[in-house]
């Protein structure tokens, strides 16, 4: 069985490219181009917003966004896969420009792996009105919102568990905060790069953006009515994690971020 490269569809295949190869209706003003989208139907007549420059999309009907593929997926309402091998299928250059992966050696291809990830499933044990989670100042509401809640087992176990999606708003993890006062706040399952992603960044709409300092700030200050609250999940801050978040306020157009 073979799978495509999603690396190299992405850097052969534009993103104008895909929106006239979806048929899309899209006005250009400013480097983007913009309109309203038919798999949500909300949002009004510019909620699909295209960004040629960063080789992303925005939906605030949907609140999802993504590359080139993520982009299909969501007009096709179809997987990953399938998004890839369309934009493959559609490439000028022939589909034998977009190598695939052979899995004959027996090894799980790098994207295969990645989409294993996205279909993770959330955790049905946690307990969102637990005694631990209310002293935490949250109400049971709030965690049930987020998916979130004390997890009584697994590795997750004795902290108050607190789900991680990526941009898109695939379900890629879940990280341990701690409920009392132990070292470390957060704990994170093997091979998960916390580096690598802004907590609630799924949810963000257009405003200005509140950095917070920890998951729980953000799930607290949400509670109250602050929607546009996102936070780093290491102590730390390097440049890189700083490029991903100029990256993600330029896509949708947030001019201003306020630290807390």
Not at 221 to 229: E, F, S, V
Request: glycine content about 10%; charged content about 20%.
């Amino acid at each position: 069985m073979a799978y495509i490269d999603f690396a190299t569809v992405k850097e052969q295949v534009p993103i104008e490219q895909a929106i006239e190869q979806l048929g899309l209706s899209l006005k250009e003003r400013n480097g983007q181009w913009r309109g309203a989208c038919p798999i949500c139907q909300s949002g009004g007549e510019r909620a699909l917003v295209v960004t040629p420059a960063k080789r992303a999309f925005y939906c605030f009907g949907g609140r999802v966004g993504g590359d080139v593929i993520a982009f299909v997926a969501h007009i096709r309402n179809c997987s990953m896969k399938d998004a890839a091998e369309f934009l493959a299928e559609g490439n000028s250059t022939g589909t034998s420009s977009v190598p695939r992966k052979s899995t004959r050696s027996g090894t799980v291809p790098e994207e295969s792996s990645k989409e294993d990830v996205r279909s993770l499933r959330p955790l049905t044990y946690l307990q969102p009105g637990h005694e631990a989670a209310l002293e935490l100042g949250l109400e049971e509401d709030t965690c049930v919102s987020f998916g979130a809640g004390y997890a009584p087992k697994g590795i997750m176990r004795g902290r108050l568990a607190i789900p991680i999606h990526d941009w898109i708003g695939n379900l890629v993890a879940y990280c341990g905060r701690t409920v009392m006062q132990d070292s470390p706040t957060l704990i994170f399952p093997n091979g998960f790069r916390p580096e690598e992603h802004i907590f609630n960044a799924n949810r963000i709409g257009e405003g200005e953006l509140v950095l917070m300092r920890d998951p729980l700030d953000v799930l607290i200050a949400t509670q109250n009515g602050i929607d546009n609250a996102v936070c780093f999940l290491t102590e730390t801050v390097t440049p890189h994690q700083l490029q991903i978040l100029a990256a993600f306020m330029d896509s949708l157009r947030i001019e201003a971020i306020e630290l807390h």
